[in-house]
DNA sequence: GCCCGTTGTCGAACCGGTTCGATTGCACCA
DNA sequence: TGGTGCAATCGAACCGGTTCGACAACGGGC
């Protein structure tokens, strides 16, 4: 067995409550008490037990994090999030508790009612998210990252993905192009419900509109081979196309291959622009004109004001929807 | 405030000590008594709390899972680690603590200190792991993936690198290839401890010289522009090799780019083999004969083995280590 | 009619902390 | 010199479960 607080007060010659405010500070403790006490603890190796501990004060310094891989899924974006919503976790306290269910919304359920966590963030939140319901019965608060439908009760961190299209857009008008091409996420992520397939494109299409631009918008893929087939078949379709915008991971990640594979360079041949982080851009090489979808700014804010909800219940005001702006990189992958 | 067993116990007019009974089948119950408390229950609302649970039973039903970024790792495999060990915790009905503080050892000793996780799976172990000697002090068991220096008292689940090696060597050498480039993980890896480099490289040297084939060993990079750089340097420097064996996560998911670049046809102009997951291999568009890295079993294994230990302490007999063979998947690209 | 074993339930102790109210001793002020 | 206030500490209650020992009721065997 581990020592106890109750060990750490019987050699240091006090009371458990002395040893307990001598941890916490929330009461003076005089200075030899509290150097017997310390001296104690470090003898006995004492650690202050957890469960214990949120048993008396209902709480457990500890988030819930709930991911979710769909089939098909393009994954590799998601470790980003998972390490930011972490990292931002450590630094205020907490504990994350990771949380992959199959059945997802069970997964909010159990940990919600348990009491193992003291707030919850949801990633890769879909339109008609099915985890939203159970969230918003549960006691702790919820940070979402994706913006789902309706999101009454619950703080929710997203890019916006509108502001997203038309500052690429507005880069390749200024550049002079006037025909575009839109590769948008897989049919499938549109039936599911994640917004961002649409709110990107709408947003492209209304504003290329506004400057009398042509735009053809087309679903990708999200595996290969398909990809390379879907991505030569549009190129095919519209030859008078002079710049690619492509808000699709797993498109963006192949496309250095299919375009070497048809001899076409960048940015002499064909523009191309797109929407991913640095890390992503890394781990596929990749060096194209982009704005930064900046999953550690997203992590971190959904942490924060979780962590803020957590000590102020109440008090910390109407719940949140908050979106990045786009930050260009220009790459020089458009010209 | 959420009900208690207390709570339930009044609705149904028993004792909690009959509800805690009801609850876990430990003393005969009558069926009239255990449907008014069944119904108290559902009509309540009550879920066990679990750091009231965890404090009486001493047991969390929690796995802690130290996952560890290193500066210029390649990442992306680390994501199928953190799925398998979670799905299979969740199996056994454990949950997952994930864990990435900077300081790794502190956070092995912050969990199991305090008592938050029934055991620990370290991922992406290295030769001298600092993380060890922490874990070893711990009241709970470990399992490590990843083969450390010294795994005393420590459960190990680790890939069979050397028969990876000469599984795929024996391959080449059966399709007549005579001389051989051997590209392993980058220098820093060696430097830091990951042993799987030189297991992995050792085998692959003895084997070919057992054949009498030459191989000619390098270290690979980890990022581009450098990865890029350094194969061609490579295939530049050996033009009589015929075949290559990529045992680096970087360079493989670049190297359809850098022989595309080159104007190399696989397998016509150049075999190649390597090492990863199909899951690697369908993120990466990667169609290279390979062996299996097979990240689910792993984690299946460590997570089984360690819960085995949980449940059975003293009495799951000496340390394990536990290597996976290989399994070659044929794809054609080597000739 | 008595003894015994079984079934079903209860009360109390315990797990390891936190926190509130009470108490003691001492310095300070009027 | 008695009252006041503060610093330092203690004891007890409480958080919400689990588990052990006790006990009543009941049926069966002799």
Chains 1, 2 share one sequence.
Do not use: C
């Not at 003291?118 to 702790?140: F, K, M, S, W, Y």
């Not at 002079?176 to 947003?203: C, K, M, N, Q, T």
């Not at 804010?301 to 109407?318: E, K, M, S, W």
């Amino acid at each position: 067995g581990m020592a106890t607080i109750e060990d750490v007060a019987r050699a240091a010659g006090v009371s458990r409550s002395t040893v307990s405010y001598a941890l916490s500070g929330k009461r003076t403790i005089s200075r030899e008490t509290r150097e017997r006490i310390e001296h104690a603890i470090s003898e006995l190796g004492f650690t202050v037990n957890a469960g214990a501990r949120a048993l008396a004060t209902s709480q457990t310094m500890t988030l819930g994090l709930l991911s979710q891989f769909h089939q098909d899924e393009f994954a590799p974006a998601m470790l980003q999030y998972i390490r930011s919503v972490s990292d931002a976790s450590r630094e205020l306290g907490y504990d994350v508790l990771f949380v992959n269910d199959a059945n997802a919304a069970a997964g909010v359920r159990r940990i919600t009612s348990s009491n193992q966590v003291d707030g919850v963030v949801l990633l890769d939140v879909t339109h008609a998210d099915p985890r939203l319901d159970t969230l918003r019965e549960a006691r702790q608060p919820g940070a979402l990252i994706g913006l789902p439908g309706h999101s009454d009760g619950l703080d929710v961190f997203d890019l916006d993905f509108g502001e997203f299209a038309r500052v690429l857009v507005d880069h390749l008008y200024g550049l002079g192009h006037r025909e575009l091409i839109l590769i948008s996420p897989p049919e499938h992520v549109f039936e599911r419900g994640g917004s961002y397939g649409w709110r990107f494109r709408d947003a492209a299409v209304e504003r290329a509109g506004r400057y009398g631009l042509r735009i053809h918008t087309y679903y990708g893929e999200s595996q290969q081979p398909a990809i390379g087939v879907r991505v030569n078949a549009i190129l095919d379709a519209r030859p008078g196309a002079t710049a690619l915008i492509v808000h699709n991971d797993a498109t963006i990640a192949t496309l250095p291959l299919i375009l070497q594979t048809r001899g076409i360079r960048v940015p002499d041949d064909l523009s191309v622009v797109s929407l991913y982080s640095q890390d992503f851009g890394r781990i596929f090489s990749l060096a194209y004109t982009a704005v930064e979808s900046s999953p550690d700014t997203l992590g971190r804010l959904a942490v924060q004001q979780l962590v803020r909800r957590i000590n102020d219940p109440g008090q910390a005001g109407p719940p949140v929807v908050k979106f990045i702006a786009p930050e260009l990189i220009d790459r020089g992958s458009a010209a």
